[in-house]
């Protein structure tokens, strides 16, 4: 019964801006690891960031890092990932994903996933 659901995907221009939202449901554990995978085409999934429920740490995928943030809105059970400055090669399928483990790392260790969304599609193209 455990839900995500992405929203916030789109067209846009470089150097425009995305949020993307993910809407958790149905998990009911305190302390777990949330956050944001990617896939372009021909290629393989990529960790973009993720966030500790447990003490709040983040990570971020040296390509984003200075351009994206993730942030978590504990009353409302939803991650967003801010998007600024997107260029081209962040074309891709996003997906909000849970692990149970409130110390994954979805950079270094892209591994461990429990629950997984559908996917938003986010494209940056002029």
């Known amino acids: 019964q455990v839900q995500l659901?992405?929203?916030?995907?789109?067209?846009?221009?470089?150097?425009?801006?995305?949020?993307?939202?993910?809407?958790?449901?149905?998990?009911?554990?305190?302390?777990?690891?949330?956050?944001?995978?990617?896939?372009?085409?021909?290629?393989?999934?990529?960790?973009?960031?993720?966030?500790?429920?447990?003490?709040?740490?983040?990570?971020?995928a040296d390509s984003v890092k200075g351009r994206f943030t993730i942030s978590r809105d504990n009353a409302k059970n939803t991650v967003y990932l801010q998007m600024n400055s997107l260029k081209?090669?962040?074309?891709?399928?996003?997906?909000?994903?849970?692990s149970r483990s409130p110390g994954s790392d979805y950079v270094r260790r892209p591994y461990g996933v429990d629950y997984w969304g559908k996917g938003t599609l986010v494209t940056v193209s002029s």
């Open 88 to 98: 081209p090669e962040d074309t891709a399928v996003y997906y909000c994903a849970i």
């Open 5 to 60: 659901v992405e929203s916030g995907g789109g067209l846009v221009q470089p150097g425009g801006s995305l949020r993307l939202s993910c809407a958790a449901s149905g998990f009911t554990l305190d302390y777990y690891t949330i956050g944001w995978f990617r896939q372009a085409p021909g290629k393989e999934r990529e960790g973009v960031s993720c966030i500790s429920t447990s003490d709040g740490s983040t990570r971020y």
